[in-house]
């Protein structure tokens, strides 16, 4: 994913707390010149649609592994030095409007959504661990009702 945002009236400060927050989720941001990226992403269809955002000071933050955490970690810099500004995101050679990026900072992070997978798999195992063990118990139940019956 890659976040352009405008970094216009940022300070040398203000622009390494960007990059030291965006180091915990694997982000990177770079300031480069609009014509040296139009040359990188010139001839790669995923990247052609970031050509509409190439205008202005630009800063971009290029993102590998934990997409969400990295805009959150944008979103709280914004909103701690209520300079910079969003131009806009692409993600998987699409680019996504404002909603669509706040919409990806509310998922919750990579090891949240993997504990919530462990903790319903092992619900499972636990549901399916108690089902089989109900199994000989009710039969030695209904073994002894039969018994008793025959008994009588």
Same mark, same amino acid.
């Given at each position: 994913?890659? !976040? !352009?945002?405008?970094?216009?009236?940022?300070? %040398?400060?203000?622009? $390494?707390?960007?990059?030291?927050?965006?180091?915990?989720? =694997?982000? %990177?941001?770079?300031?480069?010149? =609009?014509?040296?990226?139009?040359?990188? @992403?010139?001839?790669? $269809? =995923?990247?052609?649609?970031?050509?509409?955002?190439?205008?202005?000071?630009? +800063?971009?933050?290029? #993102? *590998?592994?934990?997409?969400?955490?990295?805009?959150?970690? @944008?979103?709280?810099?914004?909103?701690?030095?209520?300079?910079?500004?969003? *131009?806009?995101?692409?993600?998987? /050679?699409?680019?996504?409007?404002?909603?669509? #990026?706040?919409? #990806?900072?509310?998922?919750?992070?990579?090891? !949240?959504?993997?504990?919530? @997978? +462990?903790?319903?798999? =092992? /619900?499972?195992?636990? *549901?399916? +661990? #108690? $089902? @089989?063990?109900?199994?000989?118990?009710?039969?030695?139940?209904?073994?002894?009702?039969?018994?008793?019956?025959?008994?009588?």
């Amino acid at each position: 994913m890659a !976040v !352009v945002l405008d970094y216009k009236g940022l300070t %040398i400060k203000e622009m $390494s707390d960007l990059r030291s927050r965006l180091q915990t989720t =694997n982000g %990177i941001c770079k300031v480069t010149k =609009n014509s040296l990226m139009r040359k990188a @992403i010139d001839g790669d $269809s =995923n990247w052609n649609d970031l050509e509409s955002l190439l205008t202005g000071t630009n +800063a971009f933050v290029l #993102i *590998k592994e934990d997409v969400g955490g990295a805009v959150k970690a @944008i979103q709280s810099f914004q909103k701690d030095t209520k300079k910079s500004e969003t *131009k806009g995101a692409l993600f998987e /050679g699409r680019l996504l409007s404002d909603s669509e #990026i706040k919409e #990806i900072a509310s998922l919750p992070s990579k090891e !949240v959504l993997m504990a919530k @997978i +462990a903790g319903a798999l =092992n /619900g499972v195992a636990t *549901k399916i +661990a #108690i $089902s @089989i063990n109900e199994v000989p118990s009710g039969l030695a139940r209904s073994l002894q009702q039969h018994s008793e019956k025959s008994e009588s």
